[in-house]
């Protein structure tokens, strides 16, 4: 039970369970547990005096002993290419985060962030460069898809992705509630089945992923299938490696019945020779899985140094001759082209300008 100011106790971002827990607790039936679910998390209520289903009495002791309300909306920014939104939302403590809808042909995904900054250092992505601030609580994570839908509405969105700020793997309780919120079946909307989380590779964490009995779908941030080069593009690798990974990737596709994505950021001269063909096609003949090919964002917004200064895009007609030598060896292969890098809300280029 997460306690914050004034000891109140923060309910967003408890699973079902666990409010049910706080309500027998404070000499109340279980199933206000269930009417304060639906109202936090299908209602999108911020206010007590919203839920008029429950006695009046028991709305004024909740709103002087518990909170309900993680995020304010601060801003938001429209791609003119894309469509791309770019939320900007602020935690009580006045940490800023970013979420972005990202509207394809056929369906509309949220990305969103499970902490404040990262730890991990990939040296392509502007998030990893602003270093780390802060672990995301369960509310917060869940309330920034609550948000974006109270603005874009709930049912334009069809897909979520924890892939923005921060690797939910190093968060782990907290991204697990907010999933069991999504995987309630009180809650409306967005099955598991279109929640994908995805990790830049903590392989005891995907082992544990697997075998809470959540079915969501998963992405591993590959990038290269060397160890000696993923180690220089993703230090993380030095901690847990390659083969560990993939080990718990094989497992985690066993015990889901799901399939693997890799992501796949194209850098010039470092990963995109015929070796990382070979390698990737061996990789994904061992293990059902589809490719997301992303062509590298530009850092600059951020003044990279180091390695990360180093980096450059795979040319387009590179990336396009890549492709067809992969789907020529039978491989899915997504390419998702720059959304949203006129407003820096493009996959690795999450990192708040605000303050
Ligand atoms: S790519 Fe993901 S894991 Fe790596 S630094 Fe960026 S936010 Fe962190």
Known sequence: MIQIAKKKVLLKGMPLEELNNYFVSIGEPKF???QVFNWMYNHLATLFGEMDNLPKLLRSKL????????????DSQISASSGTKKFIFETIEHNKIESVIIPEENRTTLCISTQIGCPLDCKFCATGLMGYKK??????????????????????????VYMGMGEPLLNYSATLNSL???????????????????????????????????????????HSCFEDTRSKIMPVNLKYSLK????????????????????YVMLKGINDRQDDINALAKLCAEI????????????????????????????????????????????????????????????????????
């Open 63 to 74: 709103a002087d002993d518990t909170i309900i309300k993680t995020l304010d909306f601060v």
């Open 288 to 355: 059902p899985s589809k490719i997301n090919i992303i062509p590298f964002n530009s850092l600059k917004h951020m003044n990279p140094e180091g390695y990360s200064a180093q980096l450059e895009p795979t040319p387009k007609r590179k990336i396009e001759d890549f492709v067809t030598r992969l789907r020529d060896r039978n491989i899915t292969v997504i390419v998702r082209y720059t959304q949203g890098d006129d407003i820096a809300a493009a996959c690795g280029q999450l990192a708040t300008n605000y303050s």
């Open 32 to 34: 206000r547990g269930g």
């Open 180 to 222: 069991k919120i999504f995987a309630d079946e009180l809650t409306t909307g967005i099955s598991l089945k279109k929640i994908t989380v995805s990790t830049a590779g903590i392989a005891p964490k995907i082992i544990e992923l697997a075998d809470s009995g959540l079915k969501v779908k998963i992405a591993l941030s590959l």
């Open 244 to 263: 560990q990974n993939i080990d718990a990737i094989k497992y985690y596709v066993k015990r889901t019945g799901t399939r693997v994505t890799f992501e």
């Open 135 to 160: 672990n995301l609580t369960a509310g917060e994570i869940f309330d920034q898809y609550l948000l974006a839908a109270k603005d874009y509405g709930k049912d334009n969105i069809s897909n979520i």
